[in-house]
Nanobody, 127 residues
Framework: VQLQASGGGLVPAGASLRLSCAAS???????????MGWFRQAPGQEREFVAA????????VYGDSVKGRFTISRDNSKNTVYLQMNRLKAEDTAIYYC??????????????????WGQGTQVTVSS
């Protein structure tokens, strides 16, 4: 499984961005059976859970720092997961990573629960 994240950039505080993560695979379980997650990592800090979504799209979970501002969604017909980020703050500045969980018995909020990772996309919010 390969994951390609995109959509990052430099925006002022209060703005919005939408990140995308496109998945591709050569074999194995189809995208619509993966749970997907977003994590972020700021310089000098540990990787932080942002959001996760069930393979059906019917269940989501968010980190406390982004609840009410960020929305995770997916389009299984496009093998893509999205992260809509609204009312961005300077403290949202980080590299954002998408990740795939190929054995999603439940949504996971810890990074070691995910099997594949994208390369990351930089989000910078100026104050």
């Amino acid at each position: 499984v390969q994951l390609q994240a995109s959509g990052g950039g430099l925006v002022p505080a209060g703005a919005s961005l939408r990140l995308s993560c496109a998945a591709s695979r050569r074999s194995g379980r189809a995208f619509d059976r993966y749970a997907m997650g977003w994590f972020r990592q700021a310089p000098g800090q540990e990787r932080e859970f942002v959001a996760a979504i069930h393979w059906s799209g019917g269940s989501t979970v968010y980190g406390d720092s982004v609840k009410g501002r960020f929305t995770i969604s997916r389009d299984n017909s496009k093998n893509t997961v999205y992260l809509q980020m609204n009312r961005l703050k300077a403290e949202d500045t980080a590299i954002y990573y998408c990740a795939a969980d190929l054995q999603p018995l439940r949504l996971k909020t810890f990074s070691r629960g995910y099997d594949y990772w994208g390369q990351g996309t930089q989000v910078t919010v100026s104050s």
